[in-house]
């Protein structure tokens, strides 16, 4: 059985630093492409970051615009995501599942709650 559980999220001012992480089990963490995604109050999920199965090869949403960075450690199956210069825009619950682009996502854990405000 598959398990997703985020961790790190909690209110910070505009300008904050975050670093939000998500320890997997229940399948082969190496081989999968993961993502970070986020979800405001009533909405579909984001995507907000993917990267590939060895690290290559990672992208980021439009929004990003350089203040994140996702990155994994396949020994410890955990994917991890650095948010700087949070903004209040980013207030938003945050999840990691397989990036799905390429099929369909894993059931959703119960995600992390970032709030950004001042």
């Known amino acids: 059985q598959v398990h997703l559980v985020e961790s790190g999220g909690r209110w910070v001012q505009p300008g904050g630093i975050l670093a939000l992480s998500c320890a997997t089990s229940?399948?082969?963490?190496?081989?999968?492409?993961m993502g970070w995604y986020r979800q405001f109050p009533g909405k579909e999920h984001e995507l907000v970051a993917t990267?590939?199965?060895?690290?290559?090869?990672?992208n980021y949403g439009v929004f990003v615009q350089g203040r994140f960075t996702i990155s994994r450690d396949n020994t410890h199956n955990t994917l991890w995501l650095q948010m700087n210069d949070l903004q209040p825009s980013d207030t938003a619950v945050y999840f990691c599942?397989?990036?799905?682009?390429?099929?369909?996502?894993?059931?959703w854990g119960q995600g992390t709650q970032v709030t950004v405000s001042s």
């Open positions: 599942n397989r990036d799905w682009t390429y099929g369909a996502t894993f059931p």
């Open positions: 229940g399948f082969e963490f190496s081989d999968r492409a």
């Open positions: 990267i590939t199965a060895g690290g290559q090869y990672i």
